[in-house]
């Protein structure tokens, strides 16, 4: 990793290391990074898919509903883990743009499925390819076995965002200690 990024890590971990020599400053210099690639991954999304004008959720949606068929609104809202607001307003915008439609589900006339309409899958299979391309173009200096050993770190990152001990709705342990 080279640019004016990491000459800012560089900077932090040696103001860490002069502030707080007995701390490893490993985990700050890790979030800094994945901070940053967040902030670029939201970016690059934009990159490929503003031309075709789709936002990264809309995409997420069709991309879902071209992958797994008819969903209902609440194997989407899991599917895709955003709140049952941010899915129904998405979907909104695709069934006005006539990529999507809402269908009673046949086997509960009081359920609804949403279902891609033929241009709703073309459309899909269009962002699909874009993204695929963007990713491996982005990806092409990464090996293959690279490529799995980040898969591996970041669903182990995951995991440990998913744990029951670091739930959203307990505090750090910083202010816990306290």
């Known amino acids: 990793m080279e640019g004016r990024f990491e000459d800012v890590v560089r900077t932090t971990a040696r103001s860490w290391r002069r502030e707080f020599p007995e701390h490893d400053a490993s ?7 994945l901070g940053y ?7 690059f999304h ?31 809202n899991g599917l895709l883990m955003v709140t049952r607001a941010g899915v129904t307003n998405t979907v909104d915008r695709l069934e006005d743009a006539g990529l999507v439609r809402r269908r009673a589900d046949g086997s ?5 499925r949403i279902e891609l309409t033929a241009r709703g899958a ?18 092409s200096g990464v090996g293959r076995d ?19 001990e670091a739930a959203s709705d ?3 342990a910083m202010r816990r200690s306290r």
């Open 46 to 76: 934009d990159a490929v898919l503003r031309p075709y004008g789709r936002t990264l959720t809309e995409y997420q949606v069709l991309a879902t509903l071209r992958m797994n068929g008819a969903q209902s609104p609440t194997r989407l």
């Open 27 to 33: 985990p700050i210099l890790l979030f800094m990074r």
């Open 146 to 164: 690279e490529r799995r050993a980040l898969g591996r770190a970041v669903a182990t990152l995951i995991e440990a965002f998913d744990a029951p």
């Open 122 to 139: 073309r459309h899909a299979e269009t962002l699909l390819l874009a993204e695929r391309d963007a990713q491996d173009e982005l990806l």
């Open 108 to 112: 509960d006339g009081r359920s609804i």
């Open 37 to 43: 690639l967040s902030r670029r991954l939201q970016h």
């Open 170 to 172: 307990r505090e750090p």
